[in-house]
């Protein structure tokens, strides 16, 4: 008996690799003509629960950026939440309370700046500290989702199957 491989068949008797140019090649040319027919080459084994889980977390965490990375709105004005403009707004936020009659030029989403008191440019902080926690929260719980499938009772195929569901 044969069963097909990457690069010829294998002899299942003695696990002989067979190619093309080896004279047992003409063995199972005949074998062939006799009419027998050589097994399939067994699939390629599937991913692991640990490299599916990995994917999954790193798509997790590629929408919490996302998310974290677009826009949130103050009393109606849209304002970027990318870390330059945040790491600008902490260090603002930070001033503001030294400075609380200083006007503060904050750049609004659209690229135009717009006039903020301390206690506004405050309360944009508050707003975006939240976001990131939510953003965070929300991480968080998918992760534990997807590590109780992975460490969950089934067989690896079950548990891709579900963690590839999630």
Not at 48 to 72: F, H, Y
Not at 129 to 158: K, L, P, Q, W, Y
Request: overall charge positive; proline content about 5%.
């Amino acid at each position: 008996m044969y069963r097909l491989s990457p690069r010829g068949v294998l002899r299942i008797a003695d696990g002989l690799a067979i190619t093309r140019d080896m004279a047992e090649w003409q063995e199972y040319r005949a074998w062939l003509k006799a009419g027998n027919v050589p097994q399939p080459q067994p699939a390629p084994p599937g991913p692991t629960v640990a490299e599916v889980l990995e994917k999954i977390k790193t798509r997790i965490t590629a929408r919490r950026d996302a998310v974290m990375n677009g826009v949130a709105k103050l009393n109606g004005t849209n304002f970027r939440t990318d870390y330059p403009f945040v790491l600008s707004l902490l260090s603002m936020s930070t001033y503001a309370k030294t400075a609380p009659a200083r006007v503060f030029k904050v750049k609004r989403a659209n690229g135009n700046y717009i006039n903020f008191t301390a206690d506004q440019v405050g309360s944009l902080a508050v707003l975006h500290g939240e976001r990131v926690a939510r953003c965070m929260d929300n991480e968080a719980a998918h992760f534990a989702a997807v590590n109780a499938i992975a460490a969950g009772s089934g067989t690896v195929r079950e548990k891709v199957s579900a963690l590839r569901d999630y």
